[in-house]
């Protein structure tokens, strides 16, 4: 069977920076994707090029090695914070209404996988009882997306893909977001506001952790008749664990052990449009 191993830096690399990585994999043939992306077929077992993975990690590149049928997906479904836009929104919210070092500290440990999802962000939203629901737009005007994310999403939609981003956050981030990315659609948790304006501390029921962030895959994929090997999900906490493991693509991006460990592939040192790479686009297909 034909494997791919695909190698994608920080920068441009020429042939002779590819060379010496690829002494154990001869035979094989080098499709160029972008200056700074490269594909490499062989017909050795997926576990010697993912070996090789391990060596261009070691090296500060994003390696990925996948048989070579079935690259390219027709759906994308992708967490929200610290994956499509930079900052976590809640702590962000948190900074604003002054409890900012208190729910941050709620956040990494629920995102390493310390706690559980729907009981740390319950006790995060707690605290935001009593501020303004105005500081809601002061945040969404500070959002900024994650290196490639626009292009990664827009190239996916214009293939033919199904896009969607789900997040634990609150839909005021994930409309946004959604439209600045360019996702089709999108979903995320509802914050319970009183008739002054003001947040209550609690969240309107249904809440969307983990499971139905899954389920959201599962959904669409039947709905679309998508075939889940075709699938790439994406993201970057272990609420993000349940959706990159039943993904056909599950791509960790900048995660936590706990994510990065048990996916497909992860994201490291490079930005988003490294997904595409990932799949055999090349960069001349890319929706800037």
Do not use: W
Not at 105 to 111: C, D, G, N, R, S
Not at 200 to 213: E, M, S, V, W
Not at 274 to 280: E, I
Request: aromatic letters at 4%.
């Amino acid at each position: 069977m034909t494997h791919i191993l695909t190698l994608v830096a920080p920068q441009p690399m020429t042939d002779t920076d590819i060379a010496p990585l690829l002494a154990s994999v001869e035979p094989y043939t080098l499709t160029r994707l972008g200056p700074e992306a490269v594909d490499l077929s062989s017909e050795l077992p997926l576990s010697q090029l993912q070996k090789m993975v391990m060596v261009a990690r070691s090296k500060e590149i994003d390696a990925c090695a996948l048989p070579a049928h079935s690259r390219r997906k027709r759906m994308l479904i992708s967490d929200m914070d610290s994956t499509i836009i930079t900052q976590e929104c809640l702590d962000e919210l948190a900074v604003l209404a002054g409890c900012g070092d208190a729910i941050k500290a709620i956040t990494e440990q629920a995102m390493r996988g310390e706690l559980n999802f729907e009981e740390a962000l319950t006790a995060r939203v707690a605290q935001l009882r009593g501020i303004k629901q105005a500081l809601i737009a002061d945040v969404i005007s500070a959002l900024t997306l994650s290196p490639g994310a626009k292009v990664f999403v827009r190239t996916m939609a214009k293939y033919g893909a199904v896009t969607a981003l789900v997040s634990g956050g609150f839909t005021p981030f994930t409309q946004h977001v959604a439209k600045l990315a360019g996702f089709s659609r999108h979903q995320g948790n509802e914050l319970e506001i009183d008739e002054n304006g003001l947040l209550t501390g609690k969240l309107i029921p249904p809440l969307l952790g983990p499971r139905a962030k899954k389920e959201t895959l599962l959904e669409i994929c039947k709905a679309q008749n998508i075939p889940l090997e075709d699938s790439l999900a994406i993201g970057d906490g272990a609420n993000d664990l349940d959706m990159v493991k039943a993904a056909g693509l599950g791509v960790a991006y900048r995660a936590k052990p706990i994510l990065a460990e048990a996916s497909d592939a992860a994201i490291h040192h490079t930005g988003l449009t490294t997904a595409l790479y990932f799949q055999g686009y090349k960069e001349s297909e890319f929706v800037y």
